[in-house]
T-cell receptor, first 114, second 113 residues
Framework: DAGVIQSPRHEVTEMGQEVTLRCKPI?????LFWYRQTMMRGLELLIY????????DSGMPEDRFSAKMPNASFSTLKIQPSEPRDSAVYFC????????????FGPGTRLTVT | AQSVTQLDSQVPVFEEAPVELRCNYS??????LFWYVQYPNQGLQLLLK??????LVKGINGFEAEFNKSQTSFHLRKPSVHISDTAEYFC???????????FGTGTRLKVLA
């Protein structure tokens, strides 16, 4: 199994631009999580899905952030417009349905907004 | 509210020495506890987990952790560390009935030659 795949691995963009981060979870996993990691705030859960349905988006910082999961093998996290304070490493993780959930993390996308 | 506290932000230790990384949690309900490791420029991977039963849990790479309910702790230990153990270690919990992890702030373990 290839594990959780994220793209791009690095993204540098200018303030005000739209940014789209992509994630392919492990096949057969029912849960998908998006996290943000910064030095100041540590690892924060942004949103998670179960069977492609968003369950809890209380961690999404503002309306500029949106996430979708159109099918079981693909999810996106979009920031529009981006701001310098969005600079962070964004992780996607997936989990099988067995409770409690062990999460399998992707390698992350390092986002830099200038 | 549930929370996870990792008191040590950095722990330097010499190669082949023992190490303990501390984790304390706060919860009024049953929890499941985890330790994850993050190597440089990589995602997190599971080291070990405590679900129930024996309070001493063994994980990968020679790590183990002990669940202590009275002290609300879940400290991670390794009797002899290697240079390759240099990484950041995260303690996390899920409280019963939920699907959201609560992560600690992480402890950076630096193994010195």
């Amino acid at each position: 199994d290839a594990g959780v795949i994220q793209s791009p691995r690095h993204e540098v963009t200018e303030m005000g631009q739209e940014v789209t981060l992509r994630c392919k979870p492990i096949s057969g996993h029912d849960y998908l999580f998006w996290y943000r990691q910064t030095m100041m705030r540590g690892l924060e859960l942004l949103i998670y899905f179960n069977n492609n349905v968003p369950i809890d988006d209380s961690g999404m910082p503002e309306d500029r952030f949106s996430a979708k999961m159109p099918n079981a093998s693909f999810s996106t996290l979009k920031i529009q417009p981006s701001e310098p304070r969005d600079s962070a490493v964004y992780f996607c993780a997936s989990s099988p349905g067995t409770y409690p959930l062990e999460q399998y993390f992707g390698p992350g996308t390092r986002l830099t907004v200038t | 509210a549930q929370s996870v506290t990792q008191l040590d932000s950095q722990v330097p230790v010499f190669e082949e020495a023992p190490v303990e990384l501390r984790c304390n949690y706060s919860s009024s309900v049953s929890v499941y506890l985890f330790w994850y490791v993050q190597y440089p420029n990589q995602g997190l991977q599971l080291l070990l987990k405590y679900l129930s039963g024996s309070t001493l849990v063994k994980g990968i790479n020679g790590f183990e952790a002990e669940f202590n309910k009275s002290q609300t702790s879940f400290h991670l230990r390794k009797p002899s560390v290697h240079i390759s153990d240099t990484a950041e270690y995260f303690c996390a919990l899920i409280y019963s009935g939920t699907y959201k992890y609560i992560f600690g702030t992480g402890t950076r373990l630096k193994v010195l030659a």
